[in-house]
């Protein structure tokens, strides 16, 4: 069954270690999201990517900032 698309935060990074540390420290966190494979509308260092609901925004860049994690681009996409 295909998932309708949806409105979501994508956060992309350069290496798949700062994409595990925002998992770690997201979850730490309670922030809801998950990661996923790069969508294929961008392009990004590593092949991963953290998606979680739009309004989730201000809460996940307070934990990157904590946690010190380097991100490509914080973006809104229909995936």
Not at 49 to 64: D, F, I, K, N, Y
Request: aromatic share 2%.
């Amino acid at each position: 069954m295909l998932r309708k698309p949806q409105l979501r935060l994508v956060v992309t990074f350069p290496t798949t270690a700062e994409a595990l540390k925002t998992e770690q420290a997201a979850r730490a966190q309670g922030v809801e999201g998950r990661l996923i494979p790069v969508p294929r509308q961008i392009s990004a260092g590593c092949g991963l990517a953290w998606s979680g609901p739009p309004e989730t925004e201000p809460a996940l860049r307070a934990v990157l900032e904590r946690a010190k994690v380097e991100t490509e681009q914080v973006l809104t996409l229909t995936i």
